[in-house]
């Protein structure tokens, strides 16, 4: 099941495009990362991709077919969004938003529970979310999400901003590692990620946004290069590469 974008167009205000003729395919088994500058339009090409807003031109497809031809209760089945602040009103309970992914859906205490297992959730389920730290609740939402796509992997679209802005390095990595997980069982992930490092060494695939516009896409080891990634972010990388892990450090063109 391959996520698919083409030629889309797209902007809030009258005249001032956010999106302009992006293309770009999302396959399933692997993880996609988007990668660009600030205000480049990422997260809003993933909440197009979500089925959240509509593009004005062009077309955005889910394994061969239109995603504005499903609908709502059949896209949430399929593709989960997990945006970058997730918020709450009120006293929920971490449970009661992980429940909150199956809302459309036919309940599923099994998939709300193996998710709350898998962001170690579980001891903290009655806790109030508005009561924890950016990080856990960051770990409520991927929850959220899982649950709502009812622990498949295989067909679902795994969608996520930011995901590991909040997290320490332990819970990043094992983010990281369950989207892994999530890929291999044959989801399609795609994540919004600034650290280019975590892109390099998380990602099978990256396409690069720049001014609403895809400026690079490709395998990571190809489109994430000092040379590629200099001129899109306008400061130089140094490519660091030790037991098994490479890392991109953004550094000073003059000291290049
Ligand atoms: P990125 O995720 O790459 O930082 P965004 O997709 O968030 O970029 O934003 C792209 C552009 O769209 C920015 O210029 C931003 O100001 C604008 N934008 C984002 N959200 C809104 C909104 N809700 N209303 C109006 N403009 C927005």
Known sequence: MTLACREIDYAYRRGEPVLRGVSA????????????????????????????????????????????????????????????????????????????????????????????????????????????????????????????????AEGAGLLLDEPTAALDPLWALAVFELLRAQARAGACVVMVVHDLTAALNHADHAVILQGGRVAGAGPVEEALTPAALAPIFGVGFAAVGSGGVRALVPRRPAQA
Do not use: C, W
């Open 25 to 152: 395919s999302f396959p399933a088994g692997s993880v996609t990362a988007i990668v660009g500058p600030n205000g480049a339009g990422k997260s809003t090409l993933l909440r197009l991709l979500a089925g959240v807003a509509a593009p004005e031109a062009g077309s955005i497809t889910l394994a061969g077919r239109a995603l504005a031809s499903l609908t709502p209760r059949r896209r949430a089945a399929r593709l989960a969004l997990v945006a970058q602040r997730p918020t709450v009103a009120g006293a929920f309970t971490v449970e009661d938003v992980v429940r909150l992914g199956r809302y459309a859906l036919p309940r599923d205490d099994g998939a709300v529970r193996a998710a709350l297992d898998a962001l170690d959730l579980t001891a903290m389920r009655h806790a109030a979310v508005p009561e924890l730290s950016v990080g856990q609740r960051q770990r409520v939402a991927i929850a959220r999400a899982l649950a709502q796509l009812g622990g498949k």
